[in-house]
């Protein structure tokens, strides 16, 4: 059959696996627009996965990259029993595929999207890049509903986000600690912090070394968005559980498939539960990317075969939330010479 | 702390861990309601969990059991800053939580619902139990979007919800067989499937036994409801993914938080990844059931401290969707002296 014959001839081009069941996806994502950045936005595949389909595709005449990507006649006909995605037609429309609802929380958000007017731009060096604020809402109105924010100890490893600065509005949890690198955000958030009255604690934090003791077994809930690398997985998961109550707790992180192939999700929970934690909820797609404007200056950009910048966002997480069961561990070792942003499946670096 | 002394009291009454965020949990829904299922819907806890807790409470006198279960004044005062659950409030109206809409089926939802009227009654001694149509429909919407139905082989191991029909109904795809123990229920699919020309593939079988040779790595899609037990788990999920295509596929499956602790999805979890599977979503309380008639039968209704059968949907169950990585393993032993049913977690059987 051609997709195991297709399977075979990529293999070697890339060094994480994969099946016949990512290509179908791709193709059914080019049945479904013509548009670099939709494509691998709707087919839910590592963007150099992406990447590399579609120029084997052209390669055999299956597919046409002029300025747009298109199946040839023989692509269309050999590929038509596949059919297209649905997913951009019945996503909810209320909630965004989000499962709740934000409503209550109108008048904070656009609070918070004032507030954030002056924030400081993405930047490339530590991989940064920002969901929108009704995403940000979603995820506290979800943890909310978890029972994992009223009167709690809240721990934010990176904020990029400004998910502490969007907490502190609610004013649900009982205090808010961020641990960040970046010395703008620390002074954004701090200033915010004063002038609102917020009470967040921020601390400067390089994550490849461990929490300091002082951190550990502390938090009942923690907030994060590690880059999509086993490393970063450990600094960013791993310290967050690290940093939970011994009597235990919860963890919500966000997970692309944009840069993270089914295998690297696979590395991922089965370290979630070697730390003994458990997988409550995945929800797809639940959080939206604000296009962060680097977009010239990463591998996703080289690897594109068409040189224009995404005009839509086209960057999203999933939403997972994970609790810890009794006797849990976290990871809170050194990581000496390890590359926390960049592995073969990262592009946006 | 309080929880901490109640977590030590009742540790030793149940033969499974849990938390003090579990406990939160089943307090944070007595701030909620006062009707003991929606107290069991709510927390999110294996009902067995929650009775202990209640008759704990009440022995402390922070509770008081009567024609309805409420906190004292000294529980209220106690409690009060765990808040209440804001889900009910919150969750999407449109979609129920369900991330998807399914409008463009409501023409094919008012003909199943009106096909599914004789459809044989739950039975206690198979765990039967059916979820509602708009949640069945939910699913077919979710899994198209997925590209796991067009022109598909599917698998249904266990069919009391009656998925084939509806799918039957779809055209979508290719074929549909069903694996069901039930006569009943495989004269009711088999009738209806030749009544409206839904061409569906029924054969009589219990799970306990292995799937035979004709059946394995022939499809690209099971969907399936196994009871919580571990020995479920293989005999429903271990078989579905042996029947998978080699070159991968893509499975179903619901998960209560009512009859399994989180101590057991993490059993769950584990054994997934042991097969070369992955988790890609998990949708909180996707499928709701009708309440199924012999509540007065089964060791929940012996566990209420209240006598009362619920008067609205209780019991939900969140939906799994999983896929296969390269070289993948189901499991297809038999299951000798195992039952599939029960376990001390268990209470609808």
């Known amino acids: 059959m051609l997709l195991d014959e297709l399977l075979k001839e990529l293999e070697f081009k890339l060094d994480f696996p994969f099946t016949t069941k990512s290509l179908e996806r791709i193709i059914i994502a080019l049945n479904t627009t013509n548009d670099f950045w ?3 936005d709707y087919s839910d595949e590592p963007l150099p996965l ?3 389909v579609l120029k084997l595709l052209e390669k055999k005449e299956l597919l046409k990259i002029s300025s747009n990507i298109k199946l040839t006649k023989k692509g269309k006909n050999t ?5 297209s995605f649905s997913w951009k037609n019945i996503k909810c429309q209320t909630c965004q595929g989000r499962t709740i609802s934000i409503r209550h929380y109108k008048k904070l958000l656009d609070k918070f999207a004032d507030i954030q007017k002056d924030r400081p731009s993405p ?3 530590y991989d940064q890049g920002y969901i929108t604020p009704e995403s940000l809402f979603a995820k506290i109105a979800f943890a909310d509903a978890k029972g994992d924010l009223r009167n709690k100890n809240i721990l934010i490893l990176g904020d990029d986000d400004l998910l502490s600065i969007a907490l502190g509005l609610t004013k649900l949890p009982f205090n808010i600690t961020v641990l960040e690198i970046d010395s703008r955000l620390i002074d954004f958030i701090s200033t915010t912090s004063a002038k609102y009255n917020l009470s967040i604690e921020v601390h400067q934090k390089d994550l490849s070394e461990p929490l300091q003791k ?3 077994n502390r938090f009942d809930t923690f907030f994060t968005d590690p880059s999509e690398t086993i ?4 600094a960013f998961i791993g310290r967050g559980v690290s940093s939970l109550k011994k009597n235990g707790g919860s963890g919500y992180f966000g997970l692309t498939h944009r840069e993270a192939s089914l295998y690297k999700w696979s590395k991922l929970q089965h370290f979630i539960l070697e730390m003994n934690a458990v997988i409550t909820d995945i929800i797809y797609n639940f959080q939206d990317y604000v296009n962060w404007g680097y977009e010239k200056d990463m591998r996703a950009f080289q690897l594109s075969p068409i040189k224009t910048i995404p005009q839509n966002n086209w ?3 999933c939403l997972y939330r994970i609790e810890t069961l009794p006797r ?3 990871f809170n070792l050194p990581l000496l010479n390890h590359d926390l942003f960049n592995d073969s499946e990262s592009s946006t670096t």
């Open 315 to 317: 960057y999203r997480s």
């Open 214 to 216: 002082e951190l550990l």
């Open 328 to 330: 849990f561990k976290g």
């Open 38 to 40: 939709e494509i691998v």
């Open 50 to 52: 992406v990447a590399e």
């Open 79 to 83: 590929f038509a029993a596949l059919g």
């Open 231 to 234: 490393a970063a997985f450990n």
């Open 123 to 125: 930047k490339i060096e």
